[in-house]
């Protein structure tokens, strides 16, 4: 059972294009959480998704960042006309449903603003 | 004042030690937490949760709760050389919400 899929593993950008990070969850999940890590801190939360909705974005920067979880295919994170403080890893975990209070990570996007 | 804080580290310690790691948090309303171990360039890995207070085992993997004083723990017995890595600890960012908040994590290193 593969696990959480995130790609592209590295994304430079230069400043102002466009950043678009996958996620793939894991078999039978229907939940994705993203979360931004910059260096030496912790995650911080982004946004909750199920599938088509998105349930919580309370932790998403207002402008230039957006979400989405179509029916079909993985979620995106996208990021428009980036900034050097855009540059972080971001992970996406998933779980299988509401009851589920385990969520599994994958192994991230570095993105580096240039 | 953040809802986890976690000492940031590093801690170093020689193999075969047991390690505290330490969380205090800030929201009475919190019902479970989480621990999870972070390698370098790595996506967090789940190590163990808890719903209440006591401690809850998992091979030389401890966590223990105090909710009264609001402080989390995650012992480590007979440390390897493996276990070097990041510590996080989580907890639910509010009352209802799913989402995970983290703790900055504590960075270990046993040394051989």
């Known amino acids: 059972n593969a696990g959480v899929m995130q790609n592209p593993r590295h994304l430079v950008r230069r400043r102002g294009q466009e950043a678009r990070l996958r996620c793939s969850p894991m078999?039978?999940?229907?939940?994705v959480y993203w979360y931004r890590q910059l260096p030496e801190e912790g995650l911080k939360f982004m946004v909750y998704l199920q599938k088509e909705n998105i349930i919580d974005e309370s932790g998403m920067p207002k402008e230039r960042f957006s979400a989405e979880f179509p029916k079909e295919g993985p979620s995106i994170l996208r990021i428009q006309q980036v900034v050097r403080g855009d540059s972080a890893a971001y992970f996406c975990?998933?779980?299988?449903?509401?009851?589920?209070?385990?969520?599994?990570f994958g192994q991230g996007t570095r993105l580096t603003v240039v | 004042q953040k809802e986890v804080e976690q000492d940031p580290g590093p801690l170093s310690v020689p193999e075969g030690a047991i390690v505290s790691l330490n969380c205090t948090y800030s929201n009475s309303a919190f019902q479970y937490f989480m621990w999870y171990r972070q390698y370098s360039r790595k996506g967090p890995e789940l190590l163990m949760y808890t719903y209440s207070s006591g401690n809850k085992e998992d091979g030389r993997f401890t966590a223990q709760v105090d909710k009264s004083s609001k402080y989390i723990s995650l012992f480590i017995r007979d440390s390897q050389p493996s276990d070097s890595a990041t510590y996080l600890c989580a907890a639910p960012g509010r009352t209802g919400r799913r989402a995970l908040t983290f703790g900055s994590g504590t960075r270990l290193q046993v040394q051989p």
């Open positions: 078999k039978g999940h229907s939940h």
């Open positions: 975990a998933s779980s299988p449903d509401i009851r589920s209070t385990e969520a599994f």
